[in-house]
Structures are given as C-alpha cells and as structure tokens.
C-alpha cells in the first residue's frame, strides 16, 4: 500500500473492480477497497454481485432447472430416468465453488493490472482523502487524485418481518439453506423474489408469494407479464397479488405471516421466509460530513449523467446512484468515469441497458415497453412472434413465450424489444447491439439469421413489425 495514488476506488463490487481494472489499465496507480468477508471470514472482491448476488443465485437457478428437467421434462422428450434425488449440500458446495473462483479471479485481474487491494473499509474525507480501516481496526490516511466511490447496496428489511438467524431471511440467507423447506413464504414479486421462489419451487418447495402490487412486473411489457405470470403459476408458484404482508411470527421452527388483503387480514404458515422488498443504497460510514459529496432525497449519491459527485474529482458508480441497480449497469458506469479521468469522452446509454429475470423461460427486455408509449402518446408499431413457430425451440422442446419487437410508427427506429422464451438473457443482447447502433425493424430484418436458432425469432419479429413475418400469417394492419 502507498499513501497516494492517482485513483482510489471504495467498494469491489462489478462497478467498482471494473472502474479500478481500467484506472489501472489507463495507466494510473490505483487502489481498491473493500471490506467484504466471505463465510470463511476471509477478505473477499467481487461484492454483492459475485458473492450473494448474480452469480450464487444462477448457479442455483441452473441446478434447480435441471433438476426439474430430469423431473418433469426428461420424460416428454422420451428418456427415462429412474427417481431423481436432491443433494442440497452438494449443490451448495458447488455454487460456493463458483464463486470463489470468480471471486478468486478479480483477485488475479487485480494483481495483473497493478491494483493494490487494500482489505477493510474506506472512509471519504474532504479534498479526494481517504481514511483506511484494515480488518485489525489500523487506521492509515491516503490521498488520491480522484475518488470512485462504489459501495453497492444490501437489502431492504422491512419491520413488519425482522431477520432471525435462519427462519426469516433476506436474499443472501435464501441462498444458504442447507435443505429444501417443505414450505417457503417470499415478500415481494420482484426479480430476486421470482428467481429465488423459483429455486426452491424446482426443489420441491411450496412456494407462496405475497406481492403488495395488484400488479404483475410492473416494469416489464404488459403482454410478457402476463404470459410469465401464467407459466410461473402452472409451474406451481402461489403468487398472491395484492397482498401487503403486516406480520410474521416465528413460533418454534415456523414462521406465521400476516397479510392484509382487498378482503381483509389473512395467514400463512411457512418454514422459511425470504424477504425480497427491494434494495438501498449502502452510505454507512462512507463519508465524512465535509465530504462534499450529497445524496438526493431517496438516499441514493447525488451524480450526475457522467456520474460525477458534488465533490470535485469525486464520482460514484453502481447501486449507490439513480438507475437501475444491475451489475452490468455499474460495469459500464465504472468503466466511463475511468475513461473520462483518463481524459476520452465515453457515455453511458441509459436507454440500452437490458434487464433480465432469470425464471424459466427467461424474461428479457431492453428499451420502451408498450404502455409506456402508449401513456407518453408516442406512435408505435409492434411485431411479435411466438416460439411455438420457431424449429428450434420445438426441436429443443422449450417453445413456450414470443419476441416482441416495438418500433417508432414514423422512423421505424426500434424502440424496445421484449423476449419471454428460452435463453431470452442471451437473445436480447442482439436487440441491445441493434439500438446501440440505432437499427431500424427494417436493419434486423434484413440481417441474415442462422437456421434453426432461436434468434430467428427475432428476425421474423423484426420482419413483422412492416406485416411480413415468413413463419406466421400476418396480421392485417387496421384501416
Ligand atoms: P456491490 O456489488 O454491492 O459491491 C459493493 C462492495 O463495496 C461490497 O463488497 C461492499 O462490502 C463494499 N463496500 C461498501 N461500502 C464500503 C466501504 N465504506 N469501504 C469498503 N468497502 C465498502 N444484477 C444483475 O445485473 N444480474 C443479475 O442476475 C443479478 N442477480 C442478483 C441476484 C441477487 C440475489 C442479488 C441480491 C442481486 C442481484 N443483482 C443482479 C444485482 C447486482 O448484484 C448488483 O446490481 C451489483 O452487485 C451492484 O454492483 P456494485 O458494484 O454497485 O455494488
Ligand atoms: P424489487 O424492488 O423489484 O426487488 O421488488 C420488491 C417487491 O416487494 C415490490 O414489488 C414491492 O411491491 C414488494 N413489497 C414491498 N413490501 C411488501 C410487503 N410488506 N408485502 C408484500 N410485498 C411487498
């Protein structure tokens, strides 16, 4: 460790370690902070995202799947197999595995590019100084040029359901359960409650959801919504809409849960239940007061569109500002701010960041919904098209869910595009490569797709939003 370097970067989660790669790649000397302990009690980089976020949650996703598969699905494609068993530690015991080889490799991408990994917290102090804590409590003062400051989010608690040991639990804990609860209760329909109720579901769980909204995925196009919402329910998932969870009891190995309703008060019975409400920016013990550093008025760091501070030479990347909280979302933020200090002029286009709900099939989309253009009065023209058309997903039996492909009535610029179906995550970054290069329906239909893909299901979308899909009949435009 120095005591002064050209960029110091507070938090190693994906916005943090990638601004803290590239500052080093840039040729600036650079340290990164980050006070994470792994359940070993040992440092460890990669924050939320690779330790109890994205990575641990696939890892569960994609066994839990195939273990339904061999369940369920094997036998509709004519293979036999005989009682399929669950080993839960085993299943843990690689998705850990994962993750410390990932976690391990920012250790190497580090070490490669010249970042100094400084383990213990970082404190921002005025003028681009930073007070560091080491995990023995050793204080040493460090100044910088510049300042990332990257510190993440953790999970909402709610004071209707406070965390016990492991009966109620947020998402980290709903990662860790070392066998499969014959009942699980999860708040919040949102993205990480869909993914973890659908691990457990798969496992062999039941599943209730109670979600406050009336609505399903608010965020995602209406028509994907609701063609998700049926496969999840026929998957076996209990999701109740509106309703507002209000209590939860543990009594002995059990938890009860109250939850109001349009009718009136009701309960649940569970063994575990995962709170799912959302996620906060994470500020404790970042800033000193004369930091000049602000947060708005949801307690989020005040940026902005390049992600600077109201500190000078200060930026803040990832969760801890305004957008959605994604990773690759504080990558790509991470990445701009180390370029602009290096003095280029990258931008961060925040109408091409992708979103993905990693159910089965996968929900994917990026740009305008429908209903919000039709609330904003903006002219559009639509195409979709169903897998149930598409050889390749009915050659893989997976051919449940469509492409919906949104395009501006006038320009034909595609405006958003939306995908319920199989590897929609992988699919929908064709439509991002599109609107970074501001296609037009037109463009994607007439780019040639391999056959049989999937991604043709794309490409006849595109073809369907001027009515001339090859694979279904068209729907005659209105007069
Ligand atoms: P974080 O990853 O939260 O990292 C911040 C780091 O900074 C942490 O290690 C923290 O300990 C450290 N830190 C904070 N304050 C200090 C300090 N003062 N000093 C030193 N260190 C500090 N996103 C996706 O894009 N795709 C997904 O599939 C996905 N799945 C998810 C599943 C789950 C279950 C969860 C919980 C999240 C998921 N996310 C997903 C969200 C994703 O994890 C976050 O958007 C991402 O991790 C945010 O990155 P970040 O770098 O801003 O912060
Ligand atoms: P997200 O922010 O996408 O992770 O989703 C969290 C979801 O939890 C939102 O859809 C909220 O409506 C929902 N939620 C928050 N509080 C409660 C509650 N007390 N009971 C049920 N659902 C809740």
């Not at 007070?131 to 909402?156: M, N, R, W, Y």
């Not at 909204?213 to 999701?239: H, N, T, V, Y």
């Not at 209590?247 to 649940?268: F, H, I, M, P, R």
């Not at 504080?330 to 960041?353: F, Q």
Request: hydrophobic share 40%.
């Amino acid at each position: 460790m120095k005591d002064n370097y050209d960029v110091i970067v507070i938090g190693a989660g994906p916005a943090g370690y990638a601004a803290a790669i590239r500052c080093a790649q840039l040729g600036m000397e650079t340290a990164c902070i980050d006070k994470s302990l792994g359940t070993d009690g040992k440092p460890v980089l990669g924050g939320t995202c690779l330790n109890w976020g994205c990575i641990p949650s696939k890892a569960l996703l994609d066994a839990s799947h195939k273990f339904a598969e061999a369940q369920h699905g094997f036998a509709d494609i004519g293979i036999k197999v005989g009682k399929v068993a669950i080993d839960v530690p085993k299943m843990m015991e690689r998705k850990d595995k994962v993750v410390a080889g990932l976690t391990g490799g920012i250790k190497g991408l580090f070490k490669g590019n010249g970042v100094d990994a400084l383990y213990g917290s970082g404190k921002l102090l005025s003028g681009c100084e930073v007070e560091f804590t080491d995990h023995d409590g050793k204080v040493t003062k460090l100044q910088a040029e510049h300042v990332i400051l990257a510190p993440g989010s953790v999970p909402v608690e709610i004071p209707p359901t406070p965390l016990t040991d492991d009966l109620i639990v947020d998402s980290t804990g709903a990662l860790e359960f070392s066998s499969v609860p014959k009942r699980v209760g999860v708040i919040g329909a949102g993205v990480i409650g869909l993914e973890l109720g659908s691990v457990w579901n798969r496992l062999g769980s039941e599943v209730v959801i109670l979600e406050a909204l009336d609505e399903f995925l608010p965020m995602a196009d209406e028509r994907i919504a609701r063609d998700a919402l049926k496969s999840m329910e026929k998957q076996g998932l209990d999701i109740r809409l509106g309703t507002r969870v209000t209590a939860a009891e543990v009594s002995g190995k059990t938890v009860n849960v109250t939850y109001q309703t349009k009718d009136g008060d009701e309960s649940l019975t569970v063994d575990k239940l995962i709170v799912a409400v959302g996620r906060r920016p994470f500020t404790e013990g970042l800033l000193a007061p004369d930091s000049g550093v602000n947060l708005d008025e949801r307690g989020y760091l005040y940026v902005n569109d390049l992600c600077a501070t109201d500190a000078s030479n200060v930026y803040a990347v990832g969760d801890v500002v305004r957008g959605p909280m994604l990773a690759h979302k504080g990558t790509e933020e991470g990445v701009m701010v180390a370029e602009r200090i290096a003095g280029h002029k990258p931008l961060v286009n925040y109408d091409c960041v992708p979103s993905v709900i990693y159910t089965h099939p996968e929900i994917a989309w990026v740009g305008k919904t429908e209903q919000e253009l039709k609330s904003s009065n903006d002219a559009y023209k639509v195409g979709a098209f169903p897998f149930a058309a598409n050889g390749r997903a009915l050659a893989g039996n997976e051919a449940e869910g469509s492409v919906k492909i949104i395009a501006d009535a006038e320009t034909d610029r595609i405006l958003g595009v939306h995908v319920f179906g199989p590897q929609a995550s992988e699919m929908v970054a064709q439509a991002v490569i599109a609107m970074e290069f501001d296609a037009s329906a037109e463009d994607l239909g007439l780019t040639m797709f391999a056959h049989p893909t999937l991604s043709e299901a794309v490409h006849e979308a595109a073809l369907g939003v001027a009515g001339h899909a090859i694979h279904m009949v068209n729907r005659k435009p209105k007069k």
